[in-house]
């Protein structure tokens, strides 16, 4: 438990704000600032945005004696990741209305705009509301976006794994009402006695969790990285019950080694719904009461396990649920990518899986990705799905229908886009980082498409440009771009620098190990150089570059 003398300011700010409300209204009707108070920039996360503002114009702003310019980025809650076609209608004339126009899709398989001034925060949410959206819990101290298998023509239970992911998503939502009261109608009284919150209390979680659901064979979620994790085990082509693991997450802070990147542990097999929605209930309740409240650097489940210990951490779970876990099943995942192109689900609906780098839907000089695809939901006759890979599907298209699809991706030169990027290109993620995540060291997005124009001709010399390697950039230790469970990573060290970590495997299954320290781009491209020549020469038949490389950096020890 915690010493409650020394709990963490967020700690108290969260006890103390009447259900999340805090003096957001008061903040919200300030207008000689484009911030809002201190303490509701920790609250404003719950209801599913950021503060964040320009850091590309601070020095102008300093300089003309002007305060930052602030702005708010807000995150969707969309379990499993999916829109309608109208919806997607209804979020593109969102962006274009209150934010910068750019449509983000995150790596937790949802979708978040950037750069809304305080005054358009209302117009946004009550526009996502008319589109029976929302943002609740999308940040916070609480379960995020629940993420599972994205592309249901990988295998016809994706449907019931998606289906779980929504009722995890409803179990786990705060039960206060201050987003309603807040964002949609200022008059609504609340009966505060049905804002109790069992699961939440008024204390809500230490950190942040994340639960993700993974079907067998792909491992498109990356589901160990999650607080959470819950793998399907499929027998006679059933979903039988699920293996259940706790203690993942990426998150570290550069000179403090109290705090690393952690793979979850599984903690058994259950063999019904009811039983695993109980016992991911119980997981955070347990979390809730043990995990750490005095340092946030060291809050989330991963530091609470090995505290206890996951023996201890899964009889108090089991104490709490009633039952016990079983054994493990035995499992297998044989991809962790999305599959471009087309492909036919078992129903005869077809899905077009487009690339779009590191999420950012937008229409650039020669590639109106953001048109065309507000051309083709505007057809309705496709569903929009997204990966945790930031990529997104065009899905449940009839057979009738696929040729118009097929002739608006031709024309607005998506197809192309898709057929012509690069393995490592399709292969890669980044976080936001520059300019407006207030955490970040250095560059991600905006860096790494042309870090990796120049690591492309490298690979086309050892003949490796057709090989699947995960190549993952983020801007701080944070792990949003999950570097940490890459094949080739890179943190953000500073402007220009970056740690490069390599070893991770293909599937997900073992993190990678920091090679070189704070290195610029001259030294990454001489170092992956060497490494490929060394990876051609000495690689075992079908060894991935990540087993490879994993086991290249046991022979320097």
Known sequence: MNNKDNLSPVERIKTGSSGLRGTLKES??????????????????????????????????????????????????????????????????????????????TTRQTIQLHGILKSHLKPTIRSFNLQHLDSIAACGDVNRNVTCTANPSESPLQQQAYELAGKISEMCLPKTQSYYDIWIDDELIV??????????????????????????????????????????????????????????????????????????????????????????YEIITVQRDFGNRNDRKLSRLKYTIDKLGIDQYRSEVEKRTGFNFEPARTFKFEQRKDRYGWLQNHEGKWFYTLFVEHGRVLDIEGYPLKSGLLKIAQTGKVNFRFTCNQNLILADISEEDRSDIENLLKEYGISDYTQ????????????VALNTCSLALAEAQRYLPSLVTKIEPILEKYGLINEDITIRMTGCPNGCGRSPNAEIGFVGTAYGKYNLHIGGDRLGMRLNTKFKENIGEEEILTTLDKLFSIYIQERLTEETFGDFSHRYLETLN
């Open 191 to 280: 009966d505060r006695k049905a804002e109790e919150d069992p699961l939440y209390q008024d204390r809500y979680l230490p950190r942040k969790l994340k639960i993700g659901i993974a079907v067998p064979p792909n491992n498109d979620v990356d589901v160990f990285i999650n607080d959470i994790a819950l793998i399907a085990i499929i027998e006679n082509d059933q979903i039988v019950g699920y293996n259940i693991a706790a203690g993942g997450g990426l998150g570290a802070t550069h000179g403090n080694e109290a705090t690393y990147a952690r793979l979850a542990s599984i903690l058994g097999f259950l063999d019904t719904e009811e039983k695993v929605l109980k016992a991911v």
């Open 420 to 431: 012509e990027a690069s393995a490592l290109r399709k292969n890669s993620v980044a976080c």
């Open 28 to 105: 919200l009707s300030d207008d000689f600032t484009g911030a809002i108070r201190e303490d509701d920039q920790t609250l404003i996360k719950f209801h599913g945005m950021y503060q964040q503002d320009d850091r590309d114009r601070r020095e102008e702003r300093v300089a003309k004696k002007l305060e930052w310019l602030y702005s708010y980025m807000i995150r969707l809650r969309l379990p499993g990741g999916f829109l309608t076609a109208d919806q997607w209608i209804g979020l593109n004339e969102t962006a274009e209305d209150h934010s910068t126009g750019t449509i983000k899709i």
